[in-house]
């Protein structure tokens, strides 16, 4: 969903449950992407990426999937611990034209105990 | 460490102060970018350096916001004559070209 302001869209989750973030982006042209995790006070911190010519990526407990054709992208967590509490970033790029990062709304994951 | 650093972490000042920034990007990484991070919105673009070149400034990089990377190791972001509405977070990040973007932890401005 959209943010206003200080509204991040949130998300709670029983811990050890799985959890998924959404991220629609705006520009076609986008051929990478981004998930960042920021915690309070801290810089964002490089989750997992993928490029355009696949859809699925897997990391450890994380999976991004790319859905081109209606422009989203998801993050999924699994066996969700408290210390994945932050805000989650998705980030576009093209490769190939200016290297800046687009960065979405970011989305309030809360594990409860 | 060998992550991406910035000085100082805290920074408040008055009204029509200068400030300035530093960030030390990871060694081997030959871009350097400044991002500005208001409360509950995601990162925007500010400005990116290629080695000690200057290649691209947001139209957010107001004429007050100078930015340098004289030797294309560490950077320095200056706001001159500050105003209410700079206090942010600014943010650093660096990539071995066209790579993985890598965040520093921040300097947290605030103008009174």
């Known amino acids: 969903g959209e943010s206003v302001g200080l509204h991040l869209p949130t998300l709670s989750v029983q811990e050890g449950d799985n959890s998924i973030i959404n991220c629609a982006y705006s520009n076609s042209a986008s051929d990478y992407f981004i998930w960042y995790k920021q915690e309070s006070g801290k810089g964002p911190q490089f989750i997992i990426d993928i490029r355009s010519n696949m859809d699925k990526r897997q990391g450890q407990r994380v999976t991004v999937l790319l859905n081109k054709t209606v422009k989203h992208l998801s993050l999924q967590i699994a066996a969700t611990q408290p210390g994945d509490s932050a805000v989650y970033f998705c980030a576009e790029n093209m490769v190939t034209g200016a290297n800046n990062l687009f960065f979405g709304t970011g989305t309030r994951l809360t594990v409860i105990p | 460490d060998t992550g991406v650093s910035q000085d100082p972490r805290h920074k408040i000042t008055k009204r029509g102060q200068n400030v300035t920034f530093r960030c030390d990007p990871i060694s081997e990484h030959n871009r350097l970018y400044w991002y500005r991070q208001t409360l509950g919105q995601g990162p925007e673009f500010l400005t990116y350096?290629?080695?000690?070149?200057?290649?691209?400034k947001s139209r957010l990089l107001s004429d007050r916001f100078s930015a340098e990377r004289p030797k294309g190791s560490f950077s320095t972001l200056e706001i001159q004559r500050t105003e209410q509405g700079d206090s942010a977070m600014y943010l650093c990040?660096?990539?071995?070209?066209?790579?993985?973007?890598?965040f520093g932890p921040g300097t947290r401005l605030l103008v009174l």
């Open positions: 350096f290629q080695n000690e070149a200057q290649l691209e």
């Open positions: 990040a660096s990539s071995r070209s066209q790579e993985t973007q890598y």
